[in-house]
């Protein structure tokens, strides 16, 4: 990702709020989000998720969770390549009806990824969750609300912002719900974006393996 503080300050804003309240406020009116995060910040979370969770997903009837949805750019990608069975959810109301306006969900709604979330235990096949771990959003303690309602055997794929993950517990975290034998993992790199000037993302692809 490109030096936002160069760039709109809607962007810069983004990854410095103090908290969700300030977050919903700016995505309220932000109705050129797509454009400015992929055509002036270089964004690409919801590319490098979607094409790790389908180097391994192959069932086009399996249940995907796509967990901080915003505007439907994850949904986008999953219904051209016809997994249908896609569910978003997001905190900001207004992302919610920018997302809704492209029918490529089953349903929408409502959800604040740091609380517990409201489906069944072993809810979904897969989640996917991009852009959505960084500074100011969702930490790495969400994880185990969504290993919950992963059924066993599934997948999460998420990215997390090189500041976030140095800022917050995620190693801990995760080598933790790897010697509970929560999960297991199956893909984990970093991608430097181009002109990002030092902006990475780490991207992880795991297989939920629950204690029944």
Not at 46 to 59: F, G, M, P, S, V
Not at 77 to 98: A, P
Not at 122 to 142: K, L, Q, R, Y
Request: glycine share 6%.
């Amino acid at each position: 990702m490109k030096n936002t503080k160069n760039m709109i300050p809607t962007i810069f804003k983004t990854l410095h709020v103090s908290n969700q309240d300030e977050l919903g406020e700016l995505y309220k009116n932000w109705d050129e989000y797509e454009s400015d995060v992929i055509q002036l910040a270089g964004y690409v979370g919801h590319l490098i998720t979607t094409e790790a969770l389908l180097r391994h997903l192959k069932d086009k009837e399996a249940k995907i969770l796509d967990a901080g949805c915003g505007t439907g750019l994850v949904g986008d990608i999953l219904y051209s390549k016809e997994y249908k069975n896609i569910v978003g959810v997001d905190f900001s109301k207004e992302m919610l009806n920018r997302a809704l306006k492209k029918n490529v969900y089953e349903s929408l709604s409502l959800c604040d990824l740091t609380q517990k979330i409201e489906f069944e235990d072993n809810s979904f096949d897969a989640i996917v969750c991009a852009g959505t771990f960084t500074c100011g959003h969702v930490g790495p303690e969400a994880l185990n609300e969504m290993i919950r309602i992963t059924k066993n055997d599934g997948y999460i794929s998420f990215t997390v912002r090189k500041q976030e993950w140095e800022a917050s517990p995620y190693e801990k975290i995760i080598k933790e719900l790897e010697r509970s034998k929560l999960w297991q993992q199956v893909e984990r790199y970093t991608v430097k974006v181009q002109h990002s000037r030092g902006r990475n993302l780490s991207i992880m692809l795991v297989s939920s393996n629950q204690i029944k």
